[in-house]
């Protein structure tokens, strides 16, 4: 089956520096989503990418879907203390199913303020 | 609200019970999805419905799971006989549409959840 590997699993940074997480899967991907959750609440979308090479900004975030198709990555930069949460990465897969994304399991990152 | 709402935000139950959980999507949106997140880990897919068209159900663990969805509004996931290891939080999302071919008009958004307890 599908698998999706993210990391680190967690991080504790100092606030003000720059953090970088990453996913891989095992098979290609032709969209890549990263999400924020914060402790009782669904996951909300930071950004969206649908081709590889892309590479798109929100704010202090930056994302770039590989051109492997294969991997991602999710920067932010100058953290600050609301940036703590869990970070996920999803892709999908539309040759396989069009409807089915899979998520990472996850990068909880901790700012130190 | 404008967003996706759950209920009950949390939910105990005894092992052996069946437990309905339900999902309001955001007004107009056509699609629906159902995850599974388990303490500590990422979400995993369990139904997908797009209007009435046959729900992709590929994600759903075992026959104990079955959900329905009425339309384009309201769906319910229900566990049969619950194990402890259905204990986790099953999340709601819903997107403005699937078959388009517009792929930012896909992204999902998700409510709150629901916590489950199997005891």
């Known amino acids: 089956g599908q698998q999706l590997n993210q990391s680190p699993q967690s991080m504790f940074i100092q606030e003000g520096e720059d953090v970088s997480m990453n996913c891989t899967s095992s098979?290609?991907?032709?969209?890549w989503l990263w999400y924020k959750q914060d402790p009782g609440e669904g996951p909300v979308l930071l950004i969206a990418?649908?081709?590889?090479?892309e590479l798109t900004s929100n704010g202090r975030l930056t994302a770039q879907f590989g051109i492997t198709r294969k991997d991602s990555f999710l920067n932010i930069s100058a953290s600050i203390p609301s940036d703590v949460g869990i970070y996920f990465c999803?892709?999908?897969?539309?040759?396989?199913?069009?409807?089915?994304?899979?998520f990472g399991s996850g990068t909880k990152l901790n700012v130190k303020p | 609200g404008a967003g996706v709402s759950q209920s009950p935000s949390n939910k105990v139950t005894e092992k052996g019970k069946d437990v309905e959980l339900r999902c309001d999507p955001i007004?107009?949106?056509?699609?629906l999805y159902w995850y599974r997140q388990r303490l500590g880990q990422g979400l995993e897919f369990l139904i997908y419905?797009?209007?009435?068209?046959?729900?992709?159900k590929s994600g759903l663990p075992s026959d104990r799971f079955s959900a329905e969805r009425t339309g384009e509004s309201v769906s319910t996931l229900t566990i049969q006989r619950t194990q402890q290891e259905d204990s986790a939080v099953y999340l709601c999302?819903?997107?403005?549409?699937?078959?388009?071919?517009?792929?930012?008009?896909?992204?999902?958004?998700f409510g709150p959840g629901t916590r489950l307890l199997v005891l």
């Open positions: 999302a819903s997107s403005l549409a699937s078959s388009s071919e517009l792929a930012r008009s896909r992204t999902q958004y």
């Open positions: 098979s290609i991907f032709n969209t």
């Open positions: 990418l649908y081709k590889a090479g």
């Open positions: 999803a892709g999908r897969d539309t040759a396989n199913n069009f409807n089915k994304f899979y």
């Open positions: 007004s107009g949106h056509t699609a």
């Open positions: 419905f797009q209007g009435n068209s046959a729900p992709d």
